[in-house]
DNA sequence: CGCAAAGCAAGAGCACTGCTCTCGAATTTG
DNA sequence: CAAATTCGAGAGCAGTGCTCTTGCTTTGCG
């Protein structure tokens, strides 16, 4: 039954898998716009139209790997998050930081994938929220565990939010934690937007001949923002 | 003489603005992938391999689209901190702001193309620099302003920088005024991250389902970054 | 003015791409 | 065992970037 099954099933569920490994190395290669699907059946032995029996079209092999980025950032992310979990609040998001910035280092392609430009003129589908969801949720439950130690330091400065934003952070408080302030969240979005805003700026040279390398600059800025967010 | 010279030269000065416009107009509509030489020539009645005679290959295309994306995109930032002269530092940092993310909203083909994944495997060519320093220069110019006029607020918190760093802001300072302290050649190097960092997130849909629309979060945010940097 | 030199568009052609369709062979299911 | 499904192979279509050769036009110099 079930091994009968996998017969061939489980056949199908490796060479995917081997596709994936074959187009995850080329596009390590020559980037997104250098995966072609010919290369990569020829690559594996087998005929082109014989990989449209695993994947519908490029973009849809595309959308596979995006998934599969989000979700392999997002793994190295919680388990160093859960590895600095008795260093404090500041250690879980300076690790968290690190973290992003060495697999972005690390997989350029992969981060450019998900990060940069929407490739074609696709949606990114709904599959890939999930995954994408991941890592901020991270970011926002060091703030949500700081506020709940009362270990947060007062805010420098608390005008009262604009509605629109009221209403946002309090949508996104209720997937965290009911009762994290506003402000918090917003802080919480403004130290993930450096985060990504950084890395994405050093791995396409915007820092090029003035921040570069940027290990001091990042490293300075990961701390501002904990200060921004109070972590002590 | 200049006016013979013309004959041929102006010539061909009009024909490459007329390829760059309808490759312009194809980038709006399917974006960096879908920019295609021939569908170029086609669209302006000639043949593919004509065009080779104004540009030796699709990257150098694409590398003169960039050069003038970042050139449109100073020109508007410029003119906006100019027209908030008088208004005052945070005013003109408010400025540059909203242009930034108006120019981006209103083209967002081209901003991907100058601040999403660089497109094929090139290295952006040394051309592109000095049209892409422009912008940050004028958010650093904002600082100078408010600092020779003894406006800037003082800093919550000011550990001495780590050598790197103050080896990296004394070079920036000195392409802007000498005696910017490195804490506010920083402080402006965070801010003009996370303005971008916030239009890429929001153009490329990481804000969506949470902070999206981002008009509050991000003129909110634009506040926080002029009280960082320190701006009345 | 006339003629060589340079600039130009056109066309054919190469090697490649994503994708579709059909056809036999293998495998799973009833 | 037979029917139904799944699969790989191959041919083929329309498109791509880019090169090279062939003539024509414009330019600049003697």
Redesign the interface.
Known sequence: MSASRTARERARAELTREIKDEARRQLAV?????LSLRAVARELGMVSSALYRYFASRDELLTALIIDAYSALADEVEAADRAAATAGFRARWQAICRTVRAWATAHPHEY??V???????YE?PEAT?AS??RV?IAIMAIARDAHEAGALAAP??EDP??P??TD?TA??AAFIAPDIPGHLI?RG??AW??L???V??EL???Y????D?A???F???VD?MA?LIGLP
């Open positions: 020559s980037g997104a716009q250098g450019a994938l990060y940069g430009s929407p490739v074609p003129g990114a929220i994408a969801t901020p420098a400065h939010l604009p629109v934003l946002q949508r996104i917003v979005a403004v937007t450096q990504f805003g950084m994405t700026f396409f040279g915007q090029a001949n003035a921040l390398p290990d001091a600059f490293d300075h800025t501002r200060d």
